[in-house]
């Protein structure tokens, strides 16, 4: 049984350029969640989708946005980057329904120069 | 007040003692609560998920939930150096998205 997958596992950019991460959730699961996590943080809510919609956001600028595919799996796009968006970027996914479990990719970590 | 705290420790306990971790949130209405452990460098993976009141047990592994003072603890028991790792709080809240902690870093100590 695949576990949630992520691409690419490292990235380096400079400041202003665009970056797409992938995610392919865990078999079943129908959501994907998005992370920031900056060193000794704990993950940061960016947004979810289910059905191909965002479905909750967090506090996170436009720049971040992201996108469903029919089979479940998901980008996060991030525009004009910055300095601060250097972090670990995890995606999760989960079933929908009670509780909602949710289980972590490996992350792609994003060092912006 | 953050949504979800926990001491960031570190927190160092020996070889075979339990290794008590301490969460507090602040949306009364949060009805899920997890446990995630990460090891450094590495993406968090779950440990344990609480819903009720009381005590939940999976192996050297107990989560206790506490709704009324809105807390949620772990306990590890007979700790192993391989238990050395940051322990994650998140917390389903009422709007229904996930929050986590900061994380509090064990050390086991052989």
């Known amino acids: 049984d695949a576990g949630v997958t992520q691409s690419p596992t490292h990235l380096i950019k400079t400041r202003g350029q665009q970056v797409t991460l992938r995610c392919s959730p865990k078999?079943?699961?129908?959501?994907v969640s998005w992370y920031q996590q900056a060193l000794g943080q704990g993950p940061q809510f960016i947004f979810q989708?289910?059905?191909?919609?965002?479905?909750q956001r967090g506090n996170f600028p436009d720049r971040f946005s992201g996108h469903q595919f029919p089979n479940y799996s998901s980008e996060l796009n991030v525009n004009a980057l910055l300095l601060g968006d250097s972090a670990l970027y995890l995606c999760?996914?989960?079933?929908?329904?009670?509780?909602?479990?949710?289980?972590f990719g490996p992350g792609t970590r994003l060092l912006v120069l | 007040q953050k949504e979800v705290e926990q001491n960031s420790g570190p927190l160092s306990v020996p070889e075979g003692a339990i290794a008590s971790l301490n969460c507090t949130y602040s949306?009364?209405?949060?009805?899920?609560f997890f446990w995630y452990r990460q090891y450094s460098g590495k993406s968090p993976e779950l440990i344990m998920s609480?819903?009720?009141?009381g005590d939940k047990e999976d192996g050297r592994f107990t989560a206790q939930l506490n709704k009324a003072s809105q807390y949620v603890s772990l306990l590890i028991r007979d700790s192993q150096p391989s238990d050395s790792a940051t322990y994650l709080c998140?917390?389903?809240?009422?709007?229904?998205?996930?929050?986590f902690g900061a994380g509090t870093r064990l050390t086991v100590k052989p």
């Open positions: 998140a917390v389903r809240t009422g709007n229904n998205d996930m929050r």
């Open positions: 949306d009364r209405v949060s009805q899920s």
């Open positions: 989708y289910y059905e191909e919609e965002e479905r």
């Open positions: 999760a996914s989960s079933f929908t329904g009670f509780g909602e479990t949710q289980y």
């Open positions: 609480i819903y009720s009141n």
């Open positions: 078999s079943g699961h129908d959501t």
